[in-house]
Each structure stands twice: as C-alpha cells, then as structure tokens.
C-alpha cells in the first residue's frame, strides 16, 4: 500500500487531471520499471487512476458524472505524436484537415498524422477504438515550418479530397495562406521534396495564376 501511494504521490505532483500518463516515459527515482507497473495496475483497479489505453492511463477529473470525466483523444494524439516535449514535431493531415478547413464533409475514419516520431513512410496502429495512421514527413517537421507543411500536404491531395471547387476553393485556400502568414517564398524551399504533382495541383486549384498571386500579396 505504501509504494502504491509513493506512485500516486508522484503522479499526482507531476500529472494534472485528464493529462495523458504514458508508462513508456514514467521513471520514478529509485523504483525498478515493473515495480511501477504493478502499482499503475493497482492504482487503476482502485479507481484513483484511469486506463485510456495500453500504456496509457490518467488522473480523472471530477465531474457530475460517476465515472468521471474521460481523456481527450485530441490531447493523447497531440501528446503522443504531435509534441517532443515543448517542441512542435507533427501535424494532423488528410481528410481531417481538409475536414477543419471545410473543404470537406467527408468524416475522416482514421486520424492521419505527419511525425517526426514515424519511422516509416507510412504505419497504420490503433489508439483505443481509433485507427490512426502514421506517415513519416517530407522534411523533419519543427515549430517554424509545420504550418507550411501542413498546407503543402493537403495541396498534394486538395484535389482528389476536396468538395468545393473553382473561384470557392482559391479564395479559401488564400484566406487560409493569408490568416498562417503562409507566403510562396515559405513553401519554395520545400517544394523539391514533394511529388511533382503538387505544382499541377497548385494550378488546378488557382495557386499559380497570376492574378491569384498578386491577389495574395497584395493583401
């Protein structure tokens, strides 16, 4: 009982309610790895902790509910792949973020997500009940260029996914360059790295006509 309160104790001085906890990176002075998760395991089936998945557990905030308030996948997600510690080293992609810019209405049936953490071009793995799928980046990813990326990203794809087309689809994509400080001086030194399909996509969706251009910069 005693070592199960010094885990708790130190979760506890460490962790906020509702903050991911993975055992992969919890390291307790003076405790062996297996002393750990035999108490995590106990601490658990006592209540004071919550399982989110394997390996992955949490204090639970009190809420009106019995059970609790549950984890946020989103803040598993960006704990997991999208941060190094405080630094930027992924982003989401796809149809999601096609689907938060409104480019779509399709729901995304996996989160698609670019990181440096991804050892291989693309891993699909399971996170609770959700499929996510694990691309390796173009260019390694940091707080300065993810943006960019990002948008690079879906203009490999805008228009195989994308629901609105034509004068919409331009107008949308500039107010989104516009609104990230996203300039085409930003994206040329990564441009190489991408399929050369991009810059016809580019075209496609107005990107490289003149007057969609100098209505950017002029803005």
Same mark, same amino acid.
């Given at each position: 009982?005693?070592?199960?309160?010094?885990?708790?104790?130190?979760?506890?001085?460490?962790?906020?309610?509702?903050?991911?906890?993975?055992?992969?990176?919890?390291?307790?002075?003076?405790?062996?790895?297996?002393?750990?998760?035999?108490?995590?395991?106990?601490?658990?089936?006592?209540?004071?902790?919550?399982?989110?998945?394997?390996?992955?557990?949490?204090?639970?905030?009190?809420?009106?509910?019995?059970?609790?308030?549950? &984890?946020?996948?989103?803040?598993? *997600?960006?704990?997991?792949?999208?941060? =190094? %510690? $405080?630094?930027?080293?992924?982003?989401?992609?796809?149809?999601?973020?096609?689907?938060?810019?409104?480019?779509?209405?399709?729901?995304?049936?996996?989160?698609?997500?670019?990181?440096?953490?991804?050892?291989?071009?693309?891993?699909?793995?399971?996170?609770?009940?959700?499929?996510?799928?694990?691309?390796?980046?173009?260019?390694?990813?940091?707080?300065?260029?993810?943006?960019?990326?990002?948008? &690079?990203?879906?203009?490999?794809? *805008?228009?195989?996914?994308?629901?609105? =087309? %034509? $004068?919409?689809?331009?107008?949308?994509?500039?107010?989104?360059?516009?609104?990230?400080?996203?300039?085409?001086?930003?994206?040329?030194?990564?441009?190489?790295?991408?399929?050369?399909?991009?810059?016809?996509?580019?075209?496609?969706?107005?990107?490289?006509?003149?007057?969609?251009?100098?209505?950017?910069?002029?803005?």
């Amino acid at each position: 009982m005693a070592l199960m309160n010094d885990v708790y104790s130190y979760i506890e001085s460490n962790y906020q309610p509702n903050e991911p906890i993975f055992l992969s990176e919890l390291s307790i002075p003076g405790m062996k790895a297996v002393s750990v998760r035999q108490q995590m395991k106990k601490l658990t089936e006592s209540g004071q902790l919550k399982r989110f998945d394997t390996g992955i557990y949490y204090i639970p905030k009190k809420s009106m509910f019995r059970s609790g308030s549950t &984890l946020s996948v989103d803040e598993v *997600i960006r704990r997991k792949y999208l941060a =190094d %510690g $405080e630094n930027c080293c992924g982003y989401v992609g796809g149809i999601l973020f096609a689907n938060q810019l409104g480019l779509t209405t399709q729901v995304p049936g996996a989160y698609e997500i670019y990181t440096n953490k991804a050892t291989t071009d693309y891993r699909e793995t399971q996170l609770a009940n959700l499929r996510v799928i694990l691309r390796k980046p173009y260019c390694t990813i940091d707080e300065k260029n993810a943006e960019t990326l990002q948008f &690079l990203d879906l203009l490999k794809e *805008i228009v195989d996914i994308s629901e609105v =087309d %034509g $004068e919409e689809l331009t107008n949308r994509l500039i107010s989104y360059m516009k609104k990230k400080s996203i300039g085409f001086e930003s994206m040329r030194p990564f441009l190489p790295y991408y399929p050369e399909r991009i810059y016809k996509n580019m075209y496609e969706v107005g990107l490289l006509n003149g007057v969609s251009i100098c209505t950017f910069e002029a803005g």
